[in-house]
C-alpha cells in the first residue's frame, strides 16, 4: 500500500492547485478524481477535438491539465473513492480494479452536488438539470434539445442558455426566479473582475441575438408530457420563489434544463467527524475551517466549493494557499509567506464576486413550501414532500430519524440529491431553524458499487475455505 504526504480528493480547481502547489514544494501527493480527466465541472475537459481556444474555461482547464500531467503527482483519474478511514487511507475503484493509499494529510476538494428544487413532472425524461446540459455542451459537445427552455436561478442560466444558442439549439425562454434588481446589484461585484465579466458578456450577447424571452421573478411550476414533446408552466413569483397568482405561461419544448443552486459536498467531511455549520449563504453545511483550510480534525483540510460556494476562480487561489499550508504543517513552517499571502489576497478578491452568486442561488423559503405535496422529493425511493410532513407530525425530529422512517435518503445517492430539500421541508413543518435537524449520516461505501466490480473475475473454486475446527 503506498502512502503519500498528501492525498486530494478531487481533481477540480481547487484540488488539482492544492496538489501542484504541495508538489512544487516536494511534497509526494496523489490526487483522485471519478472523473477520466482533470478540471472539475467548470473546466471539464471534451472527451473529442473541437475548435474552442476562445473558450476561457477551456483554456483555463487545459492549463491545469497540462501542469498536471508535467508535475510529478500520482493521478487517480476516473477512480471512485467509496471508502475514507480516520488514519486517512483511501480505497478507491479504478479502471484496473480496487486501489488503497495513506496519507499524513488529507484535502477534501470535492466541489458541490446540484439543487433542483422538486415540482410536479421533475421526474419525466428530458427534464435535466443545469449542470447536465454543462456537460453535454462542454464535454460531449451535444445540445440539450433542439428546442430548449432553461429555468432556475443563478450564473448557470446565461452560461447553458448562452452555450446552447452559440451550438445552433434553440432555446425558447429563460425562466428566472431573480428580479432584475438582484442582478442590478451584483453588477459592482461583476466589474470587479474584468475576466468573468468579459465570459459573461459572452454568454449573454447570443441570448441578446436571438431575442429570447427572459422571464425575471418567474419560477417553474409543472412539466407535463405532450407526445415527444415537453409543456412546461412558468408563473410570477416573489421573492421567496413562491409563485404569487394563477397566471400561468405554457412553453412547449424537447427538454427542460433546470438548477435551484449549488450544495457543496461534505459526505466526507463529516464522515471524518470533523465539525461542521450550516449557512445558507454558502450553499448548506460546511466543515468548520480556519483561513489555511485546516477543519476540527488534525491533518484535514478542505478547499474550493466544497469549503463553501464561491466559484472556480476564487478555488483555484484558494486551493493554492491550502496546499502551501499543507507544506508548511508538514515541516513545521509559517504559512505567512509571500506566496501564501498573495494567494490568500487573490482569493479575497475572487470570493467576493462568488459571495454575490451564492447569495443569488441559495435555497428560498418559499420556493419549498410551494412544492406540492404529492410531489416526489426522494426520487431514489419515492418519498414524497406529504410524506416527509406526516414523519415530522409522528414525532420524526431530525432527518436521520425522517431516513429511518421514510428511507429517504437511503438510495443511492444517500441524500445528495434531496437530503438538502427534505431538511427544509421537514425543518418547517416542526417550525425550527433548519440547523436544527441536522444533515444525513454519511456511510461507507461513498458512491454506489457492484460486489463484480469489487471483487473481479473469481470461481467459487477459488473462495479459500478454512479447516474445520477441532470438535
Known amino acids: 500500500m ?5 492525498i486530494v480528493l478531487g481533481a477540480g480547481p481547487a484540488g488539482v492547485s492544492a496538489a501542484l502547489a504541495a508538489a512544487e514544494k516536494g511534497l509526494r501527493v496523489a490526487l483522485f478524481d471519478e472523473n477520466g480527466a482533470a ?16 473558450d476561457s474555461d477551456f483554456r483555463t482547464g487545459e492549463n491545469l491539465r497540462d501542469a498536471l500531467s508535467r508535475s510529478n503527482i500520482s ?19 479504478g479502471p484496473e480494479g480496487t486501489v488503497s493509499c495513506t496519507a499524513h494529510m488529507l484535502l477534501v476538494a470535492t466541489g458541490t452536488t446540484e439543487r433542483v428544487v422538486p415540482f410536479e413532472g421533475w421526474t419525466l ?15 460531449q459537445c451535444t445540445l440539450p434539445g433542439k428546442t430548449t427552455l432553461v429555468a432556475g436561478c443563478g450564473p448557470l442560466l446565461a452560461a447553458v442558455s448562452g452555450g446552447t444558442l452559440k451550438a ?6 429563460i425562466v428566472d426566479i431573480s428580479s432584475r434588481i438582484e442582478w442590478l446589484k451584483s453588477v459592482p461585484a461583476l466589474l470587479s473582475r474584468p475576466a468573468i465579466f468579459k465570459q459573461s458578456l459572452n454568454f449573454s450577447l447570443p441570448i441578446l441575438r436571438a431575442r429570447t424571452p427572459v422571464y425575471s421573478r418567474h419560477t417553474l411550476v409543472k412539466v407535463t408530457e405532450q407526445g415527444e414533446q415537453l409543456l412546461a408552466e412558468i408563473a410570477p ?45 454558502a450553499g448548506g453545511w460546511i466543515a468548520q475551517a480556519d483561513k489555511n483550510g485546516q477543519t ?37 513552517d509559517d504559512i505567512h509567506t509571500s506566496e501564501a499571502q498573495n494567494a490568500g489576497k487573490a482569493w479575497q478578491h475572487a470570493a467576493a464576486f462568488g459571495q454575490r452568486m451564492a447569495a443569488m442561488m441559495a ?29 415530522g407530525v409522528a414525532g420524526a425530529r431530525d432527518v436521520n430519524q425522517l431516513k429511518a422512517w421514510t428511507r429517504c435518503g437511503m438510495g443511492p445517492c444517500q441524500g445528495r440529491t434531496c437530503g438538502d430539500i427534505a431538511a427544509e421541508i421537514l425543518a418547517t413543518k416542526l417550525g425550527v431553524a433548519r440547523e436544527d435537524v441536522g444533515i444525513f449520516s454519511p456511510r461507507t461505501p461513498l458512491r454506489p458499487l457492484t460486489i463484480s466490480d469489487m471483487t473481479g473475475e473469481y470461481d467459487y473454486a477459488d473462495i479459500p475455505i478454512p479447516k474445520a475446527a477441532p470438535l
Open 296 to 332: 476540527s480534525r488534525e491533518r484535514l483540510f478542505v478547499a474550493g466549493d466544497s469549503a463553501g460556494i464561491r466559484g472556480a476562480a476564487a478555488a483555484i487561489e484558494q486551493g493554492k494557499r491550502v496546499g502551501l499550508a499543507c507544506v508548511a504543517l508538514l515541516r513545521g
Open 363 to 391: 435555497l428560498r423559503e418559499g420556493h419549498v413550501t410551494a412544492i406540492p405535496p404529492d410531489t416526489v422529493v426522494c426520487r431514489c425511493e419515492d418519498v414524497t414532500r406529504a410524506e416527509i410532513e406526516q414523519a
Open 39 to 54: 478540471g472539475g465541472q467548470v473546466y471539464r475537459a471534451p472527451i473529442m477535438s473541437a475548435p474552442k481556444k476562445n
Open 2 to 6: 503506498n502512502h503519500y504526504d498528501l
Open 75 to 93: 493521478p487517480f483519474l476516473g477512480h471512485v473513492v467509496w471508502a475514507v478511514t480516520g488514519d486517512y487511507r483511501i480505497d478507491a475503484l
Open 237 to 281: 413569483c416573489d421573492a421567496s420563489a413562491r409563485p404569487v397568482s394563477d397566471q400561468r405561461i405554457e412553453i412547449l419544448v424537447d427538454c427542460v434544463v433546470v438548477g435551484h443552486g449549488l450544495t457543496p459536498s461534505s459526505d466526507v467531511t463529516r464522515l471524518l467527524n470533523a465539525k461542521h455549520q450550516f449557512s445558507r449563504a
Open 125 to 139: 425524461p428530458g427534464v435535466i438539470g443545469l449542470a447536465a446540459a454543462t456537460i453535454l455542451l462542454k464535454s
Open 168 to 173: 445552433g439549439g434553440d432555446v425558447k425562454a
